[in-house]
């Protein structure tokens, strides 16, 4: 992990951060930002997700695949999430007024469970675990397109699905404000 550092550095200083804005938005300490791009210090998996977070990339830019990986699953490991985006393991949020789903359903699996990985165990939605442009198996947790490709690993949620989202997020005009109490 010791190219770390100076890929904090760059990637702060494309977005035109300082280190305080940086660390504000990550929510941790401005020392912490410095001595991570100086390499004084080792960056706990949380830190890197909470930068990837605040410089709006994922975090396999910045923590290298074996950091992400468990250490007790094999190089044939994989990850895989369920592309329903009403699934309980999936969250659908409000972000600056936008509705937005969040794959948080993201698991890791033994490679030898391949074939048996197919559903997800809460809602029974079909598992996405590799890209279905080139069929690379997903080695990374998170991101929503493939990082060999770059194509979208869903093409949900469809038209008729975010209509459907903004309707629950979104809370309707249901009421009459004329009808006397």
Not at 26 to 43: F, M
Not at 146 to 166: A, F, N, S, V, Y
């Amino acid at each position: 992990m010791d190219d770390i550092g100076p890929k904090i550095a760059r990637l702060r200083k494309q977005k035109s951060m300082s280190q305080e804005q940086l660390a504000s938005a990550a929510r941790i300490s401005q020392a912490t930002v410095s001595r991570l791009e100086k390499q004084e210090q080792e960056a706990s998996i949380k830190t890197l997700a909470k930068l990837a977070r605040a410089l709006s990339v994922g975090l396999s830019e910045l923590a290298p695949p074996e950091a992400l990986r468990p250490g007790d699953l094999s190089d044939d490991a994989f990850y895989a999430f369920c592309e329903n985006p009403f699934c309980a393991r999936n969250k659908l949020k409000l972000a600056d007024k936008r509705p937005t789903v969040y794959w948080e359903s993201w698991q890791s699996y033994r490679g030898e469970n391949w074939s048996d990985v197919n559903f997800c165990r809460v809602c029974g939605g079909d598992l996405v675990k590799e890209c279905s442009s080139c069929g690379f198996r997903l080695t990374d947790k998170g991101g929503r397109f493939c990082t060999r490709c770059g194509k979208e690993l869903t093409e949900r949620p469809t038209e008729e699905e975010w209509t459907r989202i903004r309707a629950q997020l979104q809370p309707g005009e249901d009421f009459d404000d004329d009808i006397p109490f």
